[in-house]
C-alpha cells in the first residue's frame, strides 16, 4: 500500500515502537495522531514532533475508545490507518500471593481487548475510505511464550490469532489488515527486565524495527516478523520444545529470587 498521504491513527504513540512510527510515517508525508493515558508525555511527544497530533486516551477503557472514535473522525474524517501499539508487560510470579485479581489481567486488557475493541470502533469508518488498513502490533512471543511474563504472551498469542480472523473476515473489503511482530526492540517497555530475563538476546534498534514495518506494510506483506521473531516462528513449528524450553530458562530466576 501507499505509505504516504495516508491519515494515521496510532495508540501508544508517546514512546517507544509507536513514536517512532510517528516520525517514520511524518516524515513520509502523512498525517499522524497519536494516543496515551499521560498528558505531560503527549505534550512531550509534541514538542519532539510538532506536527503530530495528539490525544489522551486510554486503549484499554471501551468509554475512552468511544470519546476517542467521536473526536478523531470529527477533527480527521480522512481517517484511513489504524495502529494499535499500545501495551504494557510485566514479569508476573503466579505464585506471588500479593498478585491482585483486577491487576492481573491488565496486558489482556490493554493488549488484547483494546485492539478488538478499537476495530470494532473504527471498523465502519475505515471500510468507507477508499484504500484503508488496520494494523495489530503483536510480538515475536505470541508464537513462544516467554513464561516470566505469562499474562502478556497469552494476550499476544490471542492478538495474533484474533488478527488472522480479522483479515479472513475483510478479505471482500478495501481493508487490510496487517500484524507486526516485533522481536526483542530497544524500547522502555524492557526497562523492568535484565539480559537474564531475555536470555542475552539482543534487542534490535527501533528505527529498524520501524523501518521494516513501513516497507512490509509498502509490500503488502500482511505477518511482518522481522529478525528474532522470524526465527520464533519457524523454530515454534519445527522445534517446539527446544524453543521453549530455551524461553523457559528465565523461569529458574524467578522462583530462586522470589524464595
Ligand atoms: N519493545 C519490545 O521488545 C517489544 C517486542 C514485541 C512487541 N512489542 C510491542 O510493541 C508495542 C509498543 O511497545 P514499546 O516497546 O514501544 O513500549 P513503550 O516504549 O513502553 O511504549 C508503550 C506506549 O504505549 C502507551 N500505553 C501503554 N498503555 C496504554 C493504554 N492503556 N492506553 C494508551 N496508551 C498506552 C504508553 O504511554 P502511556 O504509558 O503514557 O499511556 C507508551 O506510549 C506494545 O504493544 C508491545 O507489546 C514490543
Known amino acids: 500500500m501507499k505509505m504516504s498521504g495516508n491519515t494515521i491513527l496510532i495508540t501508544g504513540g508517546t514512546s517507544g515502537i509507536g513514536f517512532e512510527f510517528a516520525a517514520q510515517l511524518l516524515k513520509l508525508g502523512n498525517t499522524v495522531i497519536i494516543t496515551g493515558r499521560d498528558q505531560a508525555r503527549l505534550d512531550e511527544a509534541k514538542k519532539r514532533l510538532p506536527n503530530v497530533h495528539t490525544m ?15 473526536k478523531v473522525v470529527k477533527q480527521f474524517p480522512e481517517l484511513n490507518v489504524l495502529i494499535n501499539n499500545a501495551g504494557l508487560m ?3 510470579n503466579l505464585h506471588d500471593p500479593e498478585v491482585d485479581l483486577d491487576d492481573l489481567n491488565r496486558e ?3 493488549n488484547l481487548s483494546g485492539p478488538i475493541r478499537m476495530v470494532k470502533q473504527f471498523l465502519s469508518h475505515l471500510k468507507s475510505q477508499e484504500s484503508a488498513a488496520i494494523m495489530n502490533v503483536s510480538s515475536g512471543l505470541a508464537f513462544v ?23 479472513a473476515q475483510l478479505k471482500n473489503t478495501k481493508v487490510k489488515v496487517f500484524e507486526l511482530a516485533p522481536p526483542l526492540t530497544e524500547t522502555p517497555l524492557l526497562d ?16 529498524q524495527l520501524v523501518g521494516a514495518a513501513i516497507r ?39 522462583l530462586r529470587t522470589s524464595k
Request: proline residues 6%.
Open 108 to 110: 489482556i486488557a490493554t
Open 216 to 254: 512490509g506494510m509498502e509490500q503488502e506483506k500482511f505477518e511482518i516478523r522481522p529478525g528474532q521473531s522470524n526465527a520464533l516462528k519457524l523454530m515454534s513449528r519445527i522445534a517446539p520444545k527446544f524453543i521453549f524450553g530455551q524461553l523457559s530458562k528465565s523461569v529458574d530466576n524467578m
Open 192 to 207: 523492568a527486565f535484565d539480559s537474564v530475563d531475555m536470555a542475552g538476546s539482543k534487542a534490535m534498534s527501533v528505527s
Open 56 to 70: 489522551q486516551s486510554d486503549a484499554g477503557d471501551p468509554q475512552a475508545i468511544a470519546a476517542l472514535f467521536e
Open 145 to 167: 511464550p516467554l513464561p516470566i511474563s505469562p499474562v502478556y504472551c497469552a494476550a499476544k498469542a490471542g492478538l495474533h490469532s484474533y488478527t488472522q480472523s480479522l483479515r
Open 90 to 92: 510485566r514479569r508476573i
